[in-house]
Nanobody
């Protein structure tokens, strides 16, 4: 049974930083591409960052480029999303999922997410 648990969210002022974590059980991070997504109230869920299995190649949404950094620690089965220079428009629930490599299409169910609020 695959389970992903997000953590690390919080409330920060504009310009602040947070580091989100996505801990997985039930499958091998090393063999999966991973993605971070977010959903703001009244809006559709959108992809923010993803990391490819090979060479840790990362892809970012335009809104995240230059401010967010995705990484992974395979031995810990954990993916991370470093959020810097946060803006009020980054306020959303953030989720992680395994994705089909090269796409934003998830292959795992959504977890509970972690809330990021920027004022």
């Amino acid at each position: 049974h695959v389970q992903l648990v997000e953590s690390g969210g919080g409330s920060v002022q504009a310009g602040g930083s947070l580091k989100l974590s996505c801990a997985g059980t039930g499958y091998n991070y090393r063999s999966n591409c991973m993605g971070w997504f977010r959903q703001a109230p009244g809006k559709e869920r959108e992809g923010v960052a993803r990391i490819h299995t090979n060479f840790d190649i990362t892809t970012y949404a335009d809104s995240a480029k230059g401010r967010f950094t995705m990484s992974r620690h395979n031995a810990k089965n954990t993916a991370y999303l470093q959020l810097n220079n946060l803006k009020p428009e980054d306020t959303a629930m953030y989720y992680c999922a395994a994705v089909w490599c090269g796409t934003w299409d998830p292959t795992t169910d959504w977890g509970q997410g972690t809330q990021v609020t920027v004022s």
